[in-house]
């Protein structure tokens, strides 16, 4: 157990597509934020530029079964069929235990799922693209995955462009750079560090 420090959380969650990790790697590398990423566990495959231990803890379906019998998990997902994921209680310990806040990369339905365990600590955001056929060519880019797997992601969209309204906050990534300060700017304000000077820009 974690000693005094309950830090803030940060969930960005979108349709897979949308940009929100190229937003969570950079909200990480501001380091008056003082933020580090919780690492879910999965039992998908890995992606050839990914790590064990850094991206994800790539967990075999069976444990990852277990895992949820033993409620280790803060929150967990069947995200696409047979691709679960989840986030380990031990994650968030870990990251307060050293005096971080935590921010996830994680699905609409888990994002809102953290929301609901910790409501005034946790700032949900929802990271909107400009429309499907975009979040499809940035899926493609991507490359990594089969026609199938795009397919699934994509159908799941409608669904999770559904629940953005029950999120604190929408940033629309249509443009990088703008988004990434939009996200810079939430932090700023949701840790208190400055209040937001926004208003003109809408
Ligand atoms: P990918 O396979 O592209 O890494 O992730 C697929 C989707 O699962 C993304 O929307 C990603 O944010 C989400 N995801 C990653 N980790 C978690 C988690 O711990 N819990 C939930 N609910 N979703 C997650």
Redesign the pocket.
């Known amino acids: 157990m974690t000693k005094d420090f309950q830090g803030k959380l940060f969930v960005f969650?979108?349709?897979?597509g949308s940009g929100?990790t190229t937003i969570v790697r950079h909200l990480l590398a501001q380091e008056r934020f003082n933020l580090e990423f919780s690492i879910?566990?999965?039992s998908?495959e890995p992606r050839s530029n990914e790590e064990d231990g850094e991206d994800?803890y790539f967990i075999s379906t069976k444990e990852f079964k277990n895992k949820i019998k033993n409620e280790e998990f803060l929150?967990?997902?069947e995200?696409y069929i047979d691709?679960f994921?989840?986030?380990l209680k031990t994650e968030v310990e870990r990251i307060w235990a050293q005096g971080k806040h935590v921010i996830?990369?994680?699905?609409v339905?888990?994002?809102l799922r953290v929301k609901e365990k910790f409501p005034e600590q946790t700032l949900a955001v929802f990271v909107k693209p400009p429309d499907i056929n975009e979040l499809i060519r940035r899926l493609k880019k991507r490359g990594e995955e089969s026609k199938e797997k795009i397919a699934a992601r994509v159908a799941k969209a409608p669904i999770e462009f559904s629940k953005a309204p029950e999120f604190d906050k929408i940033i629309k990534n249509y443009d990088l750079e703008v988004a990434l300060q939009d996200a810079e700017d939430l932090v700023d304000e949701f840790l208190g560090l400055k209040s937001v000077k926004k208003e003109e820009s809408k």
């Open positions: 969650s979108a349709p897979s929100k879910s566990a999965t998908r994800y929150e967990w997902e995200v691709n994921y989840g986030t996830f990369d994680i699905d339905v888990g994002g």
